[in-house]
């Protein structure tokens, strides 16, 4: 009899019961080491039953150095911490778009990373979530991301553009505007990067020696936003 928590394995990977009545499970890891491109399937088949796969676990193929690039579904909903920590993902990796949570630290040492376009509906950047990814350059934030995490890209040392769709008239090369949603930023999320200062009036989380100088972009009224919610874990 299959039950919430059954366990059971499809083609080297295994997977959870996350829901019976739904037929919806979540991919917990891999039998065999994994290398080049890992495709993720939207659906499973287990005891003469298929079954959507929504949810990536964490720690699910953390130090999976040969892993190149993820293919996933357009099933997945949540990716949790920690997911493809210490994978060597390829420049051309594309982030999945329809999400409903992320967790913290799930790209953390992918040393391939280098241009990343985030999500257009992503709301939370997760703490930790590229920490330490050495070869990032670049990360497009789109115009809703409201919150960044502690830690987001601490240690990212060669990180030194952020690209937004907002127009500025801030010319700074060693520095980067956050976009006007952005309402919080963590600490340290841009301490060892290439980045100078930052240009933003969201509130800044504490403050060590080695972080970024943050510059207000204006001298408004003061009033402080109010996040609408947010997509992924502080």
């Known amino acids: 009899m299959v039950n919430v928590g059954t366990e059971f394995v499809y083609s080297q990977m295994r997977y959870v019961v996350l829901s019976v ?7 917990s890891g891999a039998t065999t080491n994994l290398a080049g ?10 005891n003469n039953t298929e079954y959507t796969v929504v949810t990536i676990f964490s720690m699910a ?10 293919i996933y579904p357009g099933t997945i909903r949540h ?3 920690h997911a493809f920590a210490g994978a060597e993902l390829d420049p051309s990796f594309k982030m999945p778009t329809d999400l409903e ?3 913290g630290y799930h790209f953390a040492g992918c040393s391939g990373l280098k241009d990343v376009d985030l999500p257009e509906n992503m709301i939370d950047i997760p703490v930790g979530m590229f920490n330490d990814c050495l070869s990032l350059i670049s990360i497009r934030i789109g115009f809703r991301v409201e919150t960044i995490g502690d830690f987001a890209f601490m240690g990212c040392e060669n990180l030194s553009t952020i690209i937004t769709d907002e127009s500025t008239e801030i010319d700074d090369p060693e520095g980067a505007v ?3 949603s952005v309402c919080e930023v963590g600490g340290s999320a841009f301490s060892n ?10 509130e800044i989380g504490r403050r060590y020696d080695d972080v970024p100088e943050f510059i207000r972009k204006s001298t408004n009224s003061g009033q402080k936003r109010v996040r609408s919610g947010f997509i992924g874990g502080r």
């Open 37 to 46: 491109e890992v495709r993720i399937p939207s659906k499973v088949r287990f």
């Open 101 to 103: 949570f992320l967790g």
């Open 21 to 27: 009545d739904d037929c919806e499970v979540g991919l």
């Open 193 to 202: 990067t290439r980045l100078l200062r930052i240009y933003t009036d969201a």
């Open 79 to 81: 990716l949790m911490s």
């Open 61 to 70: 193929f953390t130090d999976a150095g040969k892993v190149r690039s993820v």
């Open 178 to 180: 956050l976009p006007d």
